[in-house]
């Protein structure tokens, strides 16, 4: 696994729903963002004391409970702020809530997160991109993609997010998805777009048809 050198990425599967968890951050300076906090906060404290990483910011990749639950826990805990796209229709009790628009960058350390929304599964479902890592959220799982039938979700703007947006990166992306949904963990973009039926359509037209109906 190609990782930036720089880069602290740490994996953590939790919860009843099989959410993953990330740290992302500064391997330098050992400051990371959580993203997706879905479940147990406390739990995930424990393990940032165990990696030695010092929690500075929470980043969503939407605002569903299982991703969005113990964001505003942290966000007390710490006195952190809680990043969240501008077009996510979401309720956060925190005041340190902050919206980000499209390509907008996030500071961890000296690591640039950049912000790219990818609606279909919520209005305002983005990634966070650093280099050549990609966390997906539930805008694409490894052999699938997110729901569109939830409050907000549009197959429509599904297909755009992953065939113009996604689909558009290098191929040596790796990608690091919302749940474990497969057996593998992670996945070359490359190797997606050779097996996850969602990405092979022919056009918009098939996707919809074929995935959507």
Request: net charge negative.
């Amino acid at each position: 696994m190609n990782i930036p050198q720089e880069l602290f990425l740490k994996q953590i599967e939790n919860g009843p729903m099989a959410n993953f968890t990330y740290f992302i951050g500064d391997a330098g300076t050992q400051e990371v963002g959580i993203v997706d906090p879905g479940w147990d906060s406390k739990e995930l404290i424990k393990i940032a004391e165990k990696e030695h990483v010092k929690i500075v910011a929470v980043l969503l990749t939407h605002g569903h409970f299982d991703h969005a639950n113990e964001a505003d826990s942290l966000a007390l805990e710490f006195n952190i702020p809680i990043y969240v796209s501008l077009y996510e229709p979401i309720s956060l009790k925190s005041k340190n809530l902050i919206k980000v628009d499209n390509y907008q960058k996030i500071n961890i350390g000296s690591i640039e997160i950049d912000c790219l929304l990818t609606p279909g599964h919520t209005p305002g479902s983005q990634c966070f991109k650093y280099k050549n890592v990609l966390l997906t959220g539930d805008t694409l799982f490894l052999g699938c993609c997110g729901r569109c039938d939830l409050p907000g979700g549009n197959p429509k703007d599904m297909y755009h997010s992953l065939y113009n947006i996604i689909m558009k990166l290098p191929d040596a992306t790796l990608l690091f998805p919302g749940h474990a949904y497969s057996e593998a963990s992670y996945a070359t973009l490359f190797e997606q777009k050779r097996t996850n039926p969602y990405l092979m359509c022919k056009n918009e037209q098939e996707f919809l048809e074929e995935f959507m109906g």
